[in-house]
């Protein structure tokens, strides 16, 4: 594993309750079911070589951080640091899962400020160069979902302004219409003003982020 230097999404490989050891009547087993259940997906991805495992196991954790009932679990087992550490590797796909968890993690308030104290927001704005377009509409989602008013100054800076006034600009719908809620909710007129002059001029690339090509 390389070292790591919004609405919700769900991926491929959903599994129910009952699937991973819970069921109707059964409610006082699920955490500790869930809990051996989750623990043995991590130690499986952590063992296996195969890229294509890896890939299927991420989407499974991903999908599980859809559920809140699931956080506990999840926290103990440290999987939002496991997502955190996808978003630089060299394989696209362990991106799109990596963000997508966490998009779905920072919906919780104890799971967003565990993202905030890893040092996590430089890693989501990263992921807005991704070509691709899931990646990106996680992590601009994520940077919703860990703007606070201690970390705005991070999450809103020029830099992710000026993307996210290129998106918005963009013809996919999805794209412009998120980047839109993210410049008209979380950034102050002043902000968007002043990233609209530096932009000027810098049609390739915000300062410090390569943009997706449109």
Same mark, same amino acid.
């Given at each position: ?33 869930? =809990?051996?259940?989750?623990?043995? =997906? ?5 063992? #296996?070589?195969?890229?294509? &495992? ?18 506990? &679990? =999840?926290?103990?087992?440290?999987? #939002? ?11 696209? *796909? ?8 966490? %998009? ?38 994520? =940077? ?18 000026? %993307? ?5 600009? #963009? ?5 412009? *219409? ?8 979380? %950034? ?27």
């Amino acid at each position: 594993m390389t070292s790591r230097r919004a609405s919700k999404h769900r991926y491929s490989c959903t599994l129910g309750p009952t699937e991973y050891g819970c069921s109707t009547g059964m409610d006082r087993y699920c955490v500790s079911d869930k =809990l051996e259940y989750l623990q043995g =997906l991590v130690t499986e991805f952590q063992d #296996t070589d195969s890229e294509e &495992a890896k890939e299927q196991i991420l989407a499974n954790l991903a999908n599980f951080a859809y559920d809140p009932r699931n956080m506990e &679990a =999840l926290q103990m087992l440290q999987v #939002t640091e496991l997502f955190l550490d996808m978003l630089t590797e060299e394989n696209e *796909n362990f991106v799109e899962f990596g963000i997508g968890g966490l %998009c779905n993690l920072s919906m919780d308030r104890e799971c967003r400020d565990q993202i905030l104290q890893s040092g996590g927001i430089p890693l989501v704005t990263g992921c807005l160069s991704s070509q691709r377009d899931e990646t990106v509409l996680s992590a601009i989602t994520t =940077l919703m979902n860990l703007t606070t008013a201690e970390s705005r100054s991070q999450t809103t800076d020029s830099a992710v302004v000026q %993307c996210m006034l290129r998106f918005s600009l #963009t013809q996919n719908p999805r794209l412009s *219409n998120l980047a839109t809620v993210f410049l008209q909710d979380y %950034c102050t007129q002043d902000q968007v003003d002043k990233s609209r002059e530096l932009l000027q001029g810098h049609s390739q690339s915000a300062v410090g982020i390569p943009l997706p090509k449109d």
